[in-house]
């Protein structure tokens, strides 16, 4: 029997105290981020948009900052040993430290969510230039990784000040990425609702959807998630905790990996899946593979759909449906050595879940990968 609660959306919202108007930017920091913003420009197609270092007056780091569409990334490396970046790739390897939040008030946005018991991370700062002014502000989330608020309604520069236009020469095309769908957390054993309780709390986002260890498992392993999504939709954050099962789970394997709780995967929106995805896999990009056997039952459980089914298979794309349209999505491998950060494409044809139908197919590819790598 399926254990999947979905939580009545359409009641009425309280005044929402942290309002966002979507993701900002999402910040990984990176061993090599020159190298970082090649492959992320050369494999995905990000366009150069702002540069941020020694030239710049950041004496201690350099930024590089791309972009496709809605989607923003910030690359960003130490150039010296002893600070909270280099601590940070030690620790961790490359991965997303910032998931920043797009507000209107950034000073509104620290004060109401650290009133409510969010930790600081970064107490309310002005940067101005001749562009204007940005706020930011920010708290602290599961593991190292952070949330900042970012308002920029006064400032009208590339991106932010302390950093200047990036122009680059090389500038290949762009593969129809359009914006963070979603982006979700791996947390601890006994932390999925901790978790959820600071989203639901400090932040005063709800449970849209619950999944249990019945409905994510496979013959080997198991993993539990709640979805958390703010007032209006724009931001939705996903935390999956390990369960017990057979042999290790993939989330176990994350947390050992990167040691600790962080990112697991980046949810980007495309309008159109076999396009982005085709380009991308003819750039390098891998993602899981899917057996033939997934094909030959899927239309039975999804009914009809606009697009033909050779290409997907073709490419490993999967589908699922929910009462209110279906969906398509593909799973990237691992985006560094460690397994621990990836890419999720998704095209949505008006579902608004996250694809329950595909959990067992997609966590059966996670575990031959694993079982490839001995981690099983
Ligand atoms: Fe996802």
Redesign the pocket.
């Known amino acids: 029997m399926s254990t999947t609660t979905l939580v009545n959306t359409s009641s009425p919202v309280q005044t929402d105290f942290l309002p966002l108007q979507g993701t900002d930017y999402v910040e990984f920091y990176v061993g090599n981020a020159k190298q970082a913003a090649h492959f992320y420009k050369t494999a995905f197609g990000f366009q150069s948009l702002a540069y941020a270092g020694p030239e710049t007056g950041m004496k201690d780091k350099v930024s590089y900052v791309i972009r496709q569409n809605k989607l923003t990334f910030v690359l960003t490396t130490p150039l010296r040993i002893n600070n909270p970046i280099a601590d940070h790739i030690y620790k961790h390897g490359d991965g997303v430290k910032v998931l920043a939040l797009k507000v209107d008030d950034a000073r509104s946005a620290f004060e109401e969510t650290t009133k409510r018991g969010g930790e600081a991370y970064l107490e309310p700062i002005v940067l101005s230039d001749d562009n204007g002014e940005v706020v930011l502000s920010g708290i602290h989330t599961y593991g190292d990784t952070v949330h900042v608020f970012v308002e920029r309604k006064n400032y009208n520069g590339v991106f932010m000040p302390g950093f200047r236009e990036w122009k680059s020469n090389y500038n290949p095309t762009e593969t129809g990425l359009l914006y963070v769908d979603?982006c979700?957390g791996n947390v601890g054993w006994n932390q999925m609702n901790p978790r959820v309780k600071f989203y639901e709390e400090v932040m005063g986002f709800r449970n849209i959807l619950s999944f249990d260890d019945k409905d994510i498992s496979t013959e080997y392993s198991a993993l539990m998630s709640k979805v958390m999504s703010n007032g209006n939709g724009y931001v939705k954050f996903?935390i999956n905790e390990p369960a017990e099962g057979k042999k290790k789970s993939q989330v176990e394997e994350y947390l050992d990996f990167y040691n600790g709780e962080g990112c697991q995967?980046v949810?980007i929106a495309t309008n159109d899946i076999v396009a982005t995805v085709s380009e991308l896999q003819k750039r390098g990009v891998e993602f899981l593979s899917i057996p033939p056997s997934y094909y030959e039952t899927v239309l039975d459980r999804v009914g009809k759909i606009d697009e033909d089914l050779a290409p997907l298979q073709q490419l490993g794309v999967l589908i699922d449906r929910d009462d209110q349209g279906y969906l398509l999505?593909i799973f990237s491998k691992p985006l560094e050595d460690r397994p621990t950060l990836f890419f999720?494409i998704?095209q949505r044809k008006g579902a608004q879940s996250?694809?329950k139908g595909n959990f067992k197919a997609l966590f059966e590819a996670l575990e031959r990968e694993q079982d490839a790598r001995g981690n099983l």
Do not use: K, M, N
């Open positions: 979603h979700v996903p995967h949810a999505q999720e998704i996250f694809g």
